[in-house]
């Protein structure tokens, strides 16, 4: 166990060097220059040079990556252009509304996809098992930005019974931001649920044909524990691996959503930091992101051992 852990931790800083030089690489290609997005249209050539300078965006980029390098090692991402103040400072301002985007979304899928991709398994051929995965493969297909603008014309502009955008302001109570977060969350949870009930129905299907799930209808165990305790318990591992695949794309999937409902979260950051080429904060939310992905991928490769103990990473 404890030279499997040592080898996920070894993959996983081989994994985040390398994006540490993808994400500087491909924020340095990037057409634009920060300097003269500052300045306006009217600076001359000689005041773009010189705030280069000052921003060091004129040193060789073999300086520039070094810098980079060592500021993450200390915890430092670098000073937003824009904004004024550490980049580790305004993602964690814009951190709550994400998380909790994310939560929610995920407790929405997987409370929709486990009960309903389970019974479309168990009642494999019929009618509801045809309704599900024809819902399911529509529901793949819609964007969740066309959703989140549906849910918005519908139950905020229409009904009036949720905000239509925004966050609330630092003093407004915290459930109140919370209610801010229902509709994206139910935007981003039923496009992600389609995912995992299909992928929950095919893995129950490979299980329940199997030799010990009759052998349990056949010793007479009731149909509910042969389900949950031997079939289930068997299928988690596809289930669990989309369930974590499904959270690292939320995170990822949260800057449409954010925009669309003018959430004041990561991921509207990350949309303002690449208009005004902010290179600070698109670099530091990049790594952040990655650094989430590659967490939950540990996470789940724990899971499986859990789950199982004969799986061996």
């Known amino acids: 166990m404890a030279q499997a852990l040592l080898r996920r931790l070894g993959g996983m800083a081989i994994v985040l060097a390398l994006v540490v030089t993808v994400v500087f690489i ?14 306006g249209s009217d600076a001359t050539p000689e005041d773009i040079a010189q705030l280069r300078t000052r921003m060091g965006l004129d040193a060789p980029l073999i300086m520039q990556y070094g810098q980079f ?45 486990l009960p309903v991709g389970i019974l479309s398994a168990v009642k494999r051929g019929t009618i509801f098992d045809q309704i599900v995965v024809t819902l399911t493969m529509v529901a793949a297909s819609v964007p969740s930005f066309w959703l989140g603008l549906m849910l918005i014309q519908i ?3 229409g ?9 609330g302001g630092p003093g407004t109570p915290f459930l109140d931001r919370l209610h801010h977060l229902i509709l994206p969350a139910v935007a981003l949870g039923v496009v ?28 007479g165990a009731g149909e509910g524990r042969v389900i949950l305790k031997h079939a289930l318990k ?51 939310a990049l790594l952040v992101v990655a650094a989430i992905y590659v967490l939950i991928n540990f996470i789940v490769d724990m899971l499986y051992i859990l789950v199982d103990p004969r799986v061996r990473l």
């Open 26 to 39: 491909i924020v340095r290609v990037t057409p634009g220059d920060p300097a003269a997005v500052m300045l």
């Open 69 to 113: 390098v060592m500021g993450i090692l200390q915890g430092d991402l670098g000073q937003s252009i824009f904004l004024n103040q550490p980049v580790t400072t305004a993602l964690a301002a814009r951190a709550e509304p994400t998380f909790f985007l994310t939560l929610f979304s995920i407790l929405i899928a997987v409370t929709i996809a």
């Open 155 to 157: 139950f905020a502009v």
């Open 159 to 167: 009904q009036g019974w949720f905000p239509a955008s925004g966050y």
């Open 192 to 219: 992600n649920s389609a995912l995992i009930t299909r992928f929950t129905r095919a893995s129950m299907l490979d299980v329940l044909g199997d030799d010990y799930v009759r052998t349990a209808r056949a010793k």
């Open 234 to 284: 068997n299928a988690m591992i596809p289930i669990i691996t989309v369930i974590g695949l499904s959270v690292a794309m939320l995170v990822a999937g949260a800057v449409v959503t954010e925009t669309v409902f003018g959430l004041p979260g990561i991921g509207n950051l990350v949309v303002s930091a690449v208009l005004r080429r902010d290179y600070p904060v698109i670099q530091g």
